[in-house]
């Protein structure tokens, strides 16, 4: 299996454009989350998926983020608009429901906001 | 969830154990401990989990105390590649037993020295 896969790797964009981060779960994983990592605040969970639907946005900062899950094998991320203090390394990790039980990360986009 | 105590930094002689401790004395009963590692530049990578035994996998062996008030992650002949960021979280089982996010802290930043 070729693990969580993630897009782009990298993105700079100016303030106040919009940004869509991507996300491809492992194959038959029902569960997707959304992390957010920066050297102030750590490893933050943001929102996360079962079975394609949001349980759990509370981590979300603010209206200018949503995230979607149009189907089992596919997430999106958005910032609109973005702002410099979104700058950091977004993760996505997905694990099964059943048996093992531990998340797989994938590789991160790292998102500089100019 | 219940709070975790790890050290900030550890070094270790490469050949050698690593003993990695972390303390997380107001675990409920139905909590497990849960140890992940990030390498630099990648996403989160489980390592082991339990819940009061004692357990060893491929990677690395969890000892529990007694009380469970505080664990030691074992990594029982450290390389260079294990140099990395060492997260202990405690959290009910996340097979459908309670809230999905990892919680993460700040870690042990462990250090292979050659």
């Known amino acids: 299996d070729a693990g969580v896969i993630q897009s782009p790797r990298h993105e700079v964009t100016e303030m106040g454009q919009e940004v869509t981060l991507r996300c491809k779960p492992i194959?038959?994983?029902?569960?997707l989350f959304w992390y957010r990592q920066t050297m102030m605040r750590g490893l933050e969970l943001l929102i996360y998926f079962n079975n394609n639907v949001p349980i759990d946005d509370s981590g979300m900062p603010e209206d200018r983020f949503s995230a979607k899950m149009p189907n089992a094998s596919f997430s999106t991320l958005k910032i609109q608009p973005s702002e410099p203090r979104d700058s950091a390394v977004y993760f996505c990790?997905?694990?099964?429901?059943?048996?093992?039980?531990?998340?797989?990360f994938g590789p991160g986009t790292r998102l500089t906001v100019l | 969830d219940a709070k975790t105590t790890q050290p900030p930094s550890m070094d270790c002689a490469e050949g050698r154990a690593a003993n990695l401790p972390c303390n997380h004395s107001?675990?409920?009963?139905?909590?497990?401990v849960y140890w992940y590692r990030q390498i630099h530049s990648q996403g989160p990578q489980y390592i082991i989990h339990?819940?009061?035994n004692n357990e060893t996998n491929e990677m690395a062996s969890l000892i529990i105390t007694e009380d469970r008030k505080s664990s030691t992650l074992i990594l029982p002949h450290a390389t260079l590649r294990d140099t990395a960021v060492y997260y202990c979280i405690v959290r009910v089982d996340g097979s459908g037993g309670g809230a999905d996010g990892l919680t993460f802290g700040k870690g042990t930043h462990l250090i292979i020295q050659p």
């Open positions: 194959s038959g994983h029902d569960y």
């Open positions: 107001t675990i409920s009963g139905n909590e497990y």
């Open positions: 339990g819940l009061k």
């Open positions: 990790a997905s694990r099964l429901s059943s048996g093992r039980i531990e998340q797989f």
